[in-house]
């Protein structure tokens, strides 16, 4: 008979577990994110996937270091793959051909003042991926906002692997045939709004634009994904995407010259991405069903004001930023009704009114 | 009949089948029984027998003591051999006081009590038969029935619910026991219904229990007083709580006890041993227990004697096919774990439960990611990972202000929490520091009471000392005068 030596230490129940754990919930974020970064490097070719790989070894990169210095277990904690995420987030927002040390810089500024500063992975308040965003776009405006007509890969247009790391590494300013404007700069300049094809182009993400933000459907699919494996929670994307596009509606009736409708708001710029992977991101963003709605009303309403009254063409960062910094006040003022009490606190009262159930 | 929904809660991996499948056996008779003074909420029984006695099965071997108690009886017939320390089912391993008994083998019974019609009884006789037995709730918490009956006569109850939810993954000791002893459940049912005066009464089954639902169909069908209620598997179902508003509909207001809304809970296995006990007169002495877990080879639920010592019965079920990681008492989610094998078998014991390593899923903790799964569960409302954050740091009065006296330690926030923290853990830890802070408040305010007391009977004395001065100095002149 196989023996069995008791264990003395006293381990409270329960003794079992769920399958969920970290490292797996930032695999499945990576799984999702699939679908944009392929798209994403598909059609801004080889210095695209540039990006993404300097962006990603930044972030991992500067965590080891912030780790070893801070003589915390250094594999243990990159094994849990946040650092990716933040990378690969940071990537999908940047021009694709930003510049090898626009990634770099980007990457490491995230985690070292995103995060890390703060004591690590669950302590920042601020979105690291978000944090960064704005730096960079504060300190390289020029860089920030450089942004090229799709060339799929393999097509005449598109620079090859040698050409593609010149792009990146040899910091050269973009040739101005590829440069172009992105799809919310009618937002700002005036113009024609998207409709029609426009639209189908920014669903497919075949439009200038972020990395991996173009393709709203590639967005949505990945999306879909977290949503189905309760990985993020769905109340956030909903209010989000739904203030958003009804306040978009609300303007587009009042004056359809200046405001333009709801589908471009929600097909371009970055809030597809937004809404699925970036407010989502669990570290600053409410935990209860109600304070995530509020939080996602919230970032969709500062997105609006900010793309239509504001002084940036896209204001993703900025209102990511701004509801991270209200989510301590919303987790303190929503709370779940606990169990035989009122919302008070205070107890139920004795002998309920019976004829009212 | 209309089903309300709980908070909170999750579906655990059930690992019920190993078990289900398998008729209750009967273990033979152990050489030794080791049978604990205190195996129940409340005051430990005193005991009336003295080393050498010979004490014939169902004997009382020790009385209770104060109103919140049970005795305990002899489960065989058999000779005590020593009263004193023995290991305790409780992780701590301390030993309690325990009698040990060496069976002769023939499992004579004391003269019981003359079988009655039990429903001739009063309520006062039932709850004096259910005292006497030294039966206490079957489901784990081990508090003793006689109370809650008691109690039932202090608060009019109108509904009494059957608690066949066994919600606890492995554990299906319930299960078998409302398949294989169901006309006996629905008697003790409708003795406990007859002793609190019940108008209504709900046997609540999960249902992922279609054959214990049947079965109990079957044979509650002839009183039109007993519903069976099939409830949805979501643990923790089987807590009183999370039942009583499953059934009813109702909360149980923060520090009130579900008699006070007239509703009480008894479990399955505590109403088959009301059974027994009004109407044959028989005491509890063994109960039903499942041994279960991945690395027990023959797993299947087993009757035993109160006292038999875990090894016993993991022997019985062909032993350990694999070194377990934990051996426990109770179910995997509020279960405890054994000190060792030698530990006995108690009247709360619903299983003895060996898990493997691959069982437990466990890991090695991570940062807070501060997803908000722990709040998602709780049955309770709570934001457990806010409690966490505050115990860690050692803010108990500040956990405590955010409700953590509230928390049932029912594991779901632990069970679900992708970083590994050991919440429930925490919170075990925060429960008893609050306990014994309230209890030092307590004493303290005892003692500036007494201390105040005193002070103010001095003063009171020196006054009259000082007012009978002058009488006696008046006294001492007349005399001298």
């Not at chain 2, 083998?105 to 019609?117: I, L, N, S």
């Not at chain 2, 090894?311 to 109770?330: I, K, N, Q, S």
Request: with cysteine; proline share 8%; charged share 15%.
């Amino acid at each position: 008979m196989t023996t069995w030596t008791p264990n003395r230490s006293p381990v409270a129940a329960p003794h079992v577990h769920g399958r969920a754990n970290v490292p797996q919930v930032m695999r499945t974020v990576l799984l999702a994110l699939l679908p944009a970064t392929a798209t994403g490097v598909w059609l801004f070719g080889w210095p695209a996937l540039n990006t993404v790989l300097l962006a990603i070894a930044g972030c991992v990169a500067a965590e080891a270091a912030a780790l070893a210095i801070g003589r915390r277990p250094v594999g243990h904690t990159l094994a849990d793959g946040s650092a990716v995420v933040t990378g690969l987030i940071l990537a999908l927002c940047l021009p694709p051909w930003a510049p090898w040390w626009l990634a770099l810089l980007g990457g490491v500024f995230a985690i070292v003042v995103g995060k890390q500063v703060f004591g690590g992975l669950g302590q920042n308040v601020l979105n690291p991926a978000m944090l960064a965003r704005v730096a960079l776009l504060v300190s390289f405006p020029l860089e920030m906002t450089a942004w090229v007509a799709p060339q799929p890969l393999f097509s005449a247009a598109s620079p090859g692997l040698v050409e593609g790391l010149a792009i990146t590494f040899g910091g050269g300013p973009l040739p101005d045939a590829v440069s172009s404007a992105t799809a919310l700069a009618p937002l700002k300049l005036g113009g024609d709004f998207a409709a029609g094809e426009a639209l189908l182009a920014l669903a497919l993400g075949t439009v200038p634009g972020s990395l991996g933000e173009t393709s709203a459907l590639a967005l949505l699919a990945g999306g879909a994904l977290l949503v189905a494996r309760r990985i993020v929670p769905w109340q956030i994307p909903a209010a989000l995407l739904g203030t958003l596009a009804v306040l978009a509606a609300l303007f587009n009736q009042i004056d359809p010259a200046h405001y333009p409708g709801p589908l471009l708001h929600l097909l371009g710029g970055s809030a597809m991405m937004c809404a699925f992977f970036i407010a989502t991101d669990p570290v600053g963003a409410p935990v209860t069903p109600l304070g995530r709605a509020i939080f996602g009303a919230g970032i969709g309403a500062l997105i609006y004001v900010i793309r239509t009254w504001g002084g940036y063409p896209e204001g993703v960062a900025f209102a990511v930023l701004l509801m991270n910094a209200a989510t301590p006040l919303i987790d303190r003022l929503v709370r779940p009704r606990r169990y035989g009490r009122l919302r008070t606190g205070a107890p139920l009262p004795l002998a309920p009114k019976e004829d009212g159930r | 009949m209309k089903i309300f929904r709980f908070r909170g809660g999750i579906h655990p991996e059930g690992n019920k089948d190993p078990t289900a499948c398998h008729p209750i056996a009967r273990l033979p008779l152990p050489k030794r029984l080791y049978i604990p003074l205190q195996q129940h909420i409340g005051e430990p029984a005193a005991p009336e027998v003295k080393v050498g006695d010979h004490v014939l099965k169902g004997q009382r071997l020790a009385r209770h003591q104060g109103s919140v108690s049970a005795p305990v009886h002899a489960p065989t017939s058999g000779t005590v051999i020593a009263i004193g320390d023995h290991m305790a089912p409780h992780p701590s391993g301390l030993p309690v006081q325990t009698i040990t008994l060496e069976p002769d083998g023939e499992e004579r019974w004391v003269e019981t009590e003359p079988a009655v019609d039990p429903f001739s009884l009063t309520r006062a006789e039932v709850a004096a038969r259910v005292r006497d037995a030294g039966i206490v709730g079957l489901g784990g918490a081990a508090f003793p029935a006689a109370v809650k009956l008691d109690a039932g006569n202090r608060h009019p109850i109108d509904t009494l619910i059957i608690n066949g939810g066994e919600c606890e993954p492995y554990l299906t000791c319930d299960d078998r026991l409302m398949r294989e002893g169901a006309g006996y459940v629905v008697e003790g049912v409708r003795l406990i219904a007859n002793g609190l005066g019940a108008k209504r009464t709900v046997i609540a089954i999960e249902d992922n229990k279609p054959e214990a639902l049947e079965a109990m169909r079957v044979a509650a069908a002839a009183h039109p007083g007993i519903s069976v209620l099939r409830v949805p598997s979501r643990y923790p179902m089987g807590s009183e709580k999370q039942l009583v508003t499953t059934v009813t509909g109702r909360e149980i207001p923060a520090g009130k006890l579900s008699a006070e809304i007239g509703v009480s809970v008894h479990n399955v296995g505590t109403a088959l041993a009301v059974c027994r006990a009004v109407r044959f007169g028989k005491p509890l002495v063994s109960r039903v227990v499942t041994v279960g877990g991945g690395a027990i080879r023959n797993p299947r639920n087993v009757v035993v004697p109160i006292g038999t010592p875990a090894a016993d019965l993991v022997e019985f079920c062909g032993g350990f096919t694999v070194t377990p990681t934990r051996v426990l008492m109770g179910g995997p989610m509020m279960g405890q774990v054994l000190p060792g094998l030698e530990a006995p078998v108690v009247k709360g014991t619903s299983g003895i439960i060996a898990l493997t390593a691959a069982e437990a899923h466990a890991a090695s903790e991570r940062a807070c990611l501060h997803c908000g799964r722990c709040v998602d569960v709780c049955p309770v409302g709570l934001v457990p990972l806010e409690l966490a954050a505050r115990v860690r740091a050692g803010r108990i009065d500040d956990a405590a202000e955010l409700g953590m006296g509230d928390c049932l330690s029912c594991g779901c926030c632990a069970y679900v929490c992708p970083a590994h923290l050991p919440l429930a853990h925490l919170f075990n830890y925060a429960k008893g520091e609050i306990a014994a802070r309230r209890e030092a408040q307590r004493k303290a305010e005892e003692t500036r009471k007494l201390a105040e007391a005193r002070r103010l009977r001095l003063a009171a004395e020196a006054a009259a000392k000082a007012a009978r001065r002058p009488a006696r100095t008046t006294e001492k002149a007349e005399t001298e005068s």
